[in-house]
């Protein structure tokens, strides 16, 4: 079965670290464009992060440089995110996503991220 | 960064009509539109890419239309399961600089 499982989340106080994990089976993980999706509450989907098949190449949405980091170990199987200093705007429910000639055919369960003192 | 603007917010429909929900682009995506339905306390699910190709295992009640900035949703005759949240998505950009609507609430 092709799924996506995720780990780690919770609530991290600004300024502090947190990452989130994401292990993938049933593809071949190293032929995948990866990415993480966001949904803060009541609000709209929100692109993080992309990560190229070989982890040459990342690619995030402006609010997220130099807070966010996405990387990957193929031999894992598994993709990442170090959340670094987190902000409040920060909180929400982050998704691991498999893309697909740049749409998301695949999905984690996702996991919630709380960023408060 | 392109805007998607979905319409209508929420939309009332009974089992077996059809619902026809709209996606625009701030500027032309050509047919790099993608559709996704998401249950509460549920992932989002690829529903349509390329505008109108309908993802493995997607009903052929969904269909999609639309180029450049107008896009269209349409379920042709609603089963329970089908009242969720729809989102669109752009993906026209490269590197890539994804957005999606604020979504459409399909409720009976």
């Known amino acids: 079965e092709v799924q996506l499982v995720q780990s780690g989340g919770g609530l991290v106080q600004p300024g502090g670290s947190l990452r989130l994990s994401c292990a993938a089976s049933g593809f071949t993980f190293n032929t995948y464009w990866m990415s993480w999706v966001r949904q803060a509450p009541g609000k709209r989907l929100e692109w993080v992060a992309s990560i190229k098949q070989d982890g040459g190449e990342t690619f995030y949405v402006a609010s997220a440089k130099g807070r966010l980091t996405i990387s990957r170990d193929n031999a894992k199987n598994s993709l990442y995110l170090q959340m670094n200093s987190p902000r409040g705007e920060d909180t929400a429910v982050y998704y691991c996503a498999r893309e697909n000639h740049a749409t998301f055919d695949i999905w984690g369960q996702g996991t919630m991220v709380t960023v408060s003192s | 960064e392109i805007v998607m603007t979905q319409s209508p917010a929420t939309l009332s429909v009974s089992p077996g009509e059809r619902a026809t929900l709209s996606c625009r682009a701030s500027?032309?995506?050509?047919?790099?539109l993608a559709w996704y339905q998401q249950k509460p306390g549920q992932a989002p699910r690829l529903l349509i890419s390329?505008?109108?190709t309908r993802a493995t295992g997607i009903p052929a009640r969904f269909s999609g239309s639309g180029s450049g900035t107008e896009f269209t949703l349409t379920i042709s005759s609603l089963q329970s399961e089908d009242f969720a949240v729809y989102y669109c998505?752009?993906?026209?950009?490269?590197?890539?600089?994804?957005?999606f609507g604020q979504g459409t609430k399909l409720e009976i």
């Open positions: 390329g505008a109108s």
């Open positions: 998505q752009q993906y026209i950009h490269w590197p890539p600089m994804y957005t």
């Open positions: 500027q032309s995506v050509s047919t790099n």
